[in-house]
């Protein structure tokens, strides 16, 4: 019998082990997601690429990061959670010994593919942990520590990412993770228990590869904004291809008895549109975590130490705050941190669109810790309210739905913000100056998102009849 019946108002100290194993595992899967941001320049130079070209770094990891969430339902069911977890443990410490010893850049990048493999793996596991072995009393607490890694740890990499570079250079970020990844799999592989019988169900491979293709091709067509343009067969080409394969995925699904993502969730109105303002959310979390760093260092002229460090002070402020928030949703319910964090949010995007162009050092840190406090207080709540709505048989479709979407908006946060800051090209003027107009039309997209967000929220709360 599971922990919640055996006593619903206390966690064994067993499960809590394993909560925190997997959760530093997801912690230092996430981290360096984003810790080579403040490399992007130093690594264009040495290893002679573009920037559309180099965030791909970033971009490639989010996407088979997500590619990965869509078999997480199944992975759920046909593998033990010791299994996943020493596999996710074994791609993360495999992948850094690659990109450690990388000596040119697709070599890099194919470390940084199979070390995704630990994210993808260790996301959907640690929140399938926490509603299996948490009481629903205490989920919101819970789920908001859980959440705190999505926030957190993605803000925190560039911090990490420009100490290590300082210190040494970037295959430090490696080097330094690799021996704290032992240790967690040593912590975690004895206390790992299963709530679930594991049965031998066969994968879907037709319908996933419709959705690798679509995921795909519509991040290598916006990949090509920046080279190619709004006109060219690259970007139309690659969205037609999405939406045809994504089409093509909904039929054979409404079709077939096993389904590798169940969409008959998205009747959920509740769900469907908390999940839609979740994406967005995430979508703009990673996406500024990679324009904030590079504009300091192209436009302000700051070294990749002080990129890095800018967003610290928002990432400890809101660290501190997350049980806090968690326990926002428990006490009074979903709207009230929901729509606090929104406001917060919307003024950060606000001033950055209006300053825009004169940005320093200082007054990045100031907003972002704005920012941060307010996307991450939404956030969180945002995703625990639209699990809350879902039967709990439904919950490893709804997680693996939601770990998906939020991986794949990272991509394609950092895939349109990249074309954006690239996308200005005057002549006479310095690479420093267009990056900074085109910082200005990021931000400014940004913001849009985050009024498009209360729309959602107001969907939200409309159909749903309590939020507590």
């Given amino acids: 019998m599971t922990q919640i019946q055996n006593d619903p108002d206390k966690i064994s100290r067993q499960n809590l082990i394993a909560i925190f194993a997997v959760a530093m595992m997801a912690f230092l899967g996430i981290l360096v997601e984003t810790s080579m941001n403040v490399t992007f320049p130093t690594l264009m130079a040495t290893m002679h690429v573009s920037l559309s070209t180099v965030q791909w770094i970033t971009t490639g990891y989010l996407l088979t990061v997500a590619l990965l969430m869509i078999t997480s339902a199944f992975l759920k069911q046909r593998f033990t959670n010791r299994q996943l977890f020493v596999a996710g443990a074994s791609l993360f410490i495999l992948g850094d010994l690659i990109c450690a010893l990388a000596p040119v850049f697709p070599v890099l990048l ?277 699990l809350k709505e879902v039967d709990f048989s439904q919950r490893a479709d709804a997680n693996a739905i939601y770990n998906t979407g939020q991986q794949f908006a990272g991509s394609v946060g950092t895939t349109i913000l990249a074309a954006l800051m690239s996308s200005v090209k005057v002549h006479g003027m310095s690479y420093a100056q267009e990056t900074a107009i085109g910082s200005r039309l990021a931000f400014g997209l940004i913001l849009s998102l985050s009024v498009i967000n209360f729309g959602l929220y107001f969907i939200v709360f409309h159909y749903q009849k309590t939020d507590k």
């Fill in 110 to 386: 194919f470390g940084r593919l199979v070390q995704a493999g630990c994210a993808g793996l260790a996301i959907p596991l640690m929140f399938n942990v926490v509603l299996e072995s948490v009481p629903r009393s205490r989920l919101g607490f819970y789920m908001g520590m859980a959440g705190l890694i999505l926030m957190i740890a993605p803000a925190s990499g560039p911090t990490f990412g420009g100490i290590m570079a300082s210190l040494g250079d970037w295959r430090l970020i490696f080097w330094s993770t690799l021996p704290l990844e032992a240790i967690i799999l040593l912590l975690g592989f004895g206390v790992m228990k299963q709530f679930s019988p594991v049965k031998k169900v066969s994968f879907v491979w037709g319908q996933f590869a419709l959705l690798a293709v679509a995921f795909v091709s519509f991040t290598m067509g916006l990949n090509s904004l920046t080279t190619a343009g709004w006109l060219s067969w690259q970007f139309l080409g690659g969205l037609i291809l999405a939406a045809l394969t994504l089409t093509g995925y909904i039929m054979v699904s409404k079709h077939s008895e096993n389904q590798l993502l169940k969409l008959e969730i998205f009747r959920n109105p509740v769900f469907t549109f908390s999940f839609m303002a979740y994406v967005i959310l995430q979508f703009c979390n990673i996406g500024i975590n990679f324009a904030l760093p590079n504009y300091a260092q192209i436009v302000v002229g700051a070294s990749s130490l002080f990129g890095g460090l800018m967003l610290l002070p928002g990432s400890l402020v809101t660290a501190l705050l997350q049980p806090w928030f968690g326990h926002l949703l428990d006490e009074h319910g979903a709207r009230l941190p929901i729509l606090l964090g929104s406001s917060l949010f919307f003024v950060a995007a606000l001033c950055f669109t209006v300053i825009g162009q004169r940005l320093t050092v200082i007054i990045i840190a100031a907003l972002y810790v704005i920012f941060s406090i307010g996307r991450s207080m939404a956030f969180g709540n945002t995703m625990t309210n639209g």
